[in-house]
């Protein structure tokens, strides 16, 4: 069965501060995508970034990275110097690669509240 | 760049009354997905589309039914409506396994 937790159901920072979201996933399959979304409080899902099981390079946009390893079976999130927008909750989520429609199982979700 | 399209955005029903939730997705992209999710819940996968077939099934009660129409929009039909489907029901949509993106969703409050 597939599985994807996010251990930290809440984090609180000053503006400024480095944070880490931590995902941790299962999954049987060998090929498969893993996501991040963020859900503003404006309630929308917005896509951050996709990565594929074969591929472990990590990849940074902008104040935003992510540290992807197979070995641990996790997918952490960075937000350097963190802003006030940047508070919202933020998904993670795994699919199977290989068939249309294939449902994306979400963690629980980690809520970043950023004060000014 | 064009998004996905839902409608209402909006909706406030009785109990035991029906509801349609309309997805329009993003041109050019063959597979639709609908989830819900509840106040500080997670999205929960109901139903998936691709080429206007069903594709996969999550945890979707029998009293609600989905399709996927020729143009690729997709309807989520929901009859004998319970207090505990109020939520926001979000439709996605994909080129085959590509990246969802996800549509502003439908609150639907039931009273």
């Known amino acids: 069965a597939q599985k994807v937790t996010q251990a930290q159901t809440e984090i609180s920072v000053v503006e400024k501060e480095d944070v880490t979201l931590d995902c941790v996933y299962e999954?049987?399959?060998?090929?498969?995508?893993l996501f991040w979304y963020k859900q503003p409080p404006s309630g929308e899902l917005v896509f951050l970034i996709r990565r594929n099981s074969f591929d472990e390079q990590n990849e940074i946009s902008g104040r935003y990275s992510w540290n992807f390893q197979k070995s641990t079976s996790s997918f952490n999130f960075t937000i350097t110097a963190s802003q006030v927008v940047d508070s919202a909750v933020y998904f993670c989520?795994?699919?199977?690669?290989?068939?249309?429609?294939?449902?994306?199982?979400f963690g629980k979700g980690t809520t970043l509240s950023v004060s000014s | 760049a064009a998004g996905v399209i839902q409608s209402p955005r909006h909706l406030i029903k009785e109990k035991r009354e029906t509801a349609t939730l309309k997805c329009y997705p993003i041109p050019r992209h063959d597979t639709v997905y609908w989830y819900q999710q509840g106040p500080g819940q997670d999205p929960q996968f109901l139903i998936s589309f691709y080429e206007k077939m069903q594709s996969d099934k999550g945890s979707i009660p029998d009293r609600f039914s989905a399709q996927q129409f020729s143009d690729y929009h997709s309807e989520l039909n929901m009859s004998s409506l319970e207090l505990g489907d109020s939520a926001l029901y979000f439709c996605?949509?994909?080129?085959?396994?590509?990246?969802?993106?996800f549509g502003p969703g439908t609150r639907l409050t039931v009273l």
């Open positions: 989520a795994l699919s199977d690669l290989n068939q249309a429609g294939t449902a994306l199982i």
């Open positions: 999954t049987r399959d060998t090929t498969y995508y």
């Open positions: 996605a949509s994909s080129t085959r396994t590509d990246t969802q993106y």
